[in-house]
């Protein structure tokens, strides 16, 4: 049994030399020759370069995203809103005089829109306008007076338009805005034209700010005369002695001096042309008007107005029982 044993132990133990000894040759044989370890060195580093790029790179767009969400330096502060009011009635230019403003006034950043309607309800029409036009907005409506009211006929400038609803405006106002907000009003008619430019020159107002017109009381334009820079006259042609000679779209008012002031507001009974100085003379002297605009130089707004259709080939069509379809809303 013993010598079994020891005849297995020295095979084993033959079998571990020879292996040994086959390994070592192979060894031996294989000095000098070449080698692709540089191949494998060469790859191995491309790796890493690549990776480290890759490293950077996100490390770069974190750092941007990072500007963007988080600017370097104290954050800026928030811009004075601009509450643009303005009165609309129905009409069959209604729905394109709303929808030309309102795509003007998505431009202007921090603006509140504030539409108020003459009817004793909101309409379906101004509602769903309203709700996708994208503006922060307040809905109003209230009814002009009958006895204040354009009949069908009447002159444009026979009596005052919009006043219930630029004061119901003021009202609102009073009653959702407080003295720590900042902010101006300015009262914007549907049918003009404004320059985005026009509101950033407004939005800074302490007061009341001024600038021309363009394209109204029979002239090319209107305009607050201003010296050393303070307003000292107007330059206009029709009615140059009233107190304030100017036109609803040339003047914006702060905020605080409208809370300031609770009495302030346009009055139904004032006379021709003297609708904004109504309001005008209980916030302010001329002498604190606010020139913009270049000194009042240059022409940011136009009192445009759309022609009225004209519709005799839709009330033949109608008289033929052959009216377009009135759930089409134009």
Known sequence: MKMKMKMKLKNVFMLYFLVSICGLMYALTQLGQPCDCTLHSRQSSDLVHSRDRTISRLQ????????????????????????????????????????????????????????????????????????????????????????????????????????????????????????????????????????????????????VSVWPVGLVGG????????????????YTAWKPNRPFPMDMAGFAVSLPLLLANPAARFHLSAQRGNLESSLLQALVSIEELEPRASNCTKVLVWHTRTEKPKMKQEDALILQGLGSDPSVEV
Not at 71 to 93: H, N
Not at 219 to 234: C, W
Request: with cysteine; glycine share 6%; charged share 25%.
């Open 219 to 234: 002239v090319r334009f209107e305009r607050p005369l201003v010296e050393r820079g303070k307003v000292t006259g107007f």
């Open 60 to 207: 770069g767009e974190l750092k941007r995203l990072q500007a963007r969400g988080n600017p370097e330096g104290p954050p800026k502060p928030a811009l004075p809103t601009i509450y643009t009011v303005t009165p609309t009635y129905t009409r069959l230019v209604q729905k394109a005089e709303l929808t030309r403003l309102s795509q003007t006034l998505l431009h202007v950043p921090s603006l509140h829109w504030v539409v108020v309607e003459d009817s004793p309800v909101k309409t379906s029409l101004v509602s769903e306008l309203l709700k996708r036009s994208g503006l922060p907005y307040t809905h109003l409506c209230t009814q002009t007076p009958k006895d204040f009211k354009l009949q069908e006929g009447d002159p444009n400038w026979l009596k005052p338009r919009g006043v219930e609803q630029r004061n119901l405006a003021l009202q609102w106002l009073r009653e959702n805005r407080g003295p720590s907000d900042e902010g101006v009003v300015y009262f914007a008619d549907d049918d003009n034209t404004y320059s985005l430019r026009l509101f950033e020159e407004m939005r800074f107002t302490k007061r």
